[in-house]
């Protein structure tokens, strides 16, 4: 696994919402950044994509694309390639997330595609038989999000623990290198140090983060919680 990430991990989806956009979101990376460097622990941001390149310009940690489409240049229009993530200063991609849904053929394009970059995946799947599909794909990391918990502030971590622990344990019978993220629900840091404790590699959340008041004492919470939990 490169240096650029370390696990466990922390991933920020800034998905759509007004509070990420421009100036919103760079502030959101710059606290990330902020907790990164003064916690030691590895944080992520998936900005929207026409931010993507100022933030990944701005700031020293990871950053992820919210998609990215299964087809190469060429006449593809409002297509996201993979060589234009990287180009903006992405290191990898989310896939398949429960808003953003792909068929499994295309999920295992895009995998490959952005392996052969040099870039990492990072793929959703909404349960234990899902999950077990990917699993099979290889991607980097694998992350569990029930969609009916997703933005409700009840983590998967607390409500449905078993998905979580089942699934780790299904997903390392497959394929032991995939690093598994817990998504859905995830609010506080008492989530996050629940999802580690139940074997996940770390975590993956959006509202919680970039809905909040505060979200770099969200952030801060939550990376106290992985160093509490190493």
């Known amino acids: 696994m490169p240096k650029l990430l370390d696990f466990p991990i922390i991933v920020i989806n800034f998905k759509t919402y007004l509070e990420s956009l421009g100036d919103r979101g760079m502030r959101i990376a710059k606290d990330a950044e902020s907790v990164s460097n003064e916690t030691g622990v590895c944080i992520c941001v998936a900005p929207q994509f026409t931010d993507i390149k100022s933030i990944a310009n701005a700031v020293s940690i990871p950053v992820f694309a919210q998609h990215v489409d299964p087809y190469p240049p060429g006449s593809y229009t409002g297509s996201i390639s993979v060589e234009a993530i990287k180009d903006a200063g992405a290191i990898g991609s989310i896939l398949n997330h429960s ?59 607390k409500a449905r623990p078993e ?21 859905a629900g995830i609010t506080r840091g ?25 979200p770099r004492a969200v952030i801060k919470e939550m990376a106290e919680a992985v160093l509490s939990s190493r």
Do not use: H, W, Y
């Open 190 to 214: 008492d989530d996050v140090r629940r999802a580690i404790e139940l074997g996940s590699d770390g975590v993956l959340l959006a509202s919680g983060v970039v809905k909040a008041k505060d």
């Open 163 to 183: 998905i979580v622990s089942e699934s780790v344990q299904r997903i390392r019978s497959i394929n032991r290198e995939i690093k598994i993220l817990c998504g």
């Open 99 to 157: 808003e953003k849904k792909l068929q499994l053929a295309s999920i295992f394009a895009a995998v490959k595609m952005l392996k052969n970059a040099g870039m990492f995946s990072l793929v959703c799947a909404e349960d234990v038989e899902p999950a077990m599909a990917v699993a099979a794909l290889s991607p980097t990391m694998l992350a569990v999000e029930p969609p009916e918990l997703i933005g409700t502030g009840i983590p998967v971590s």
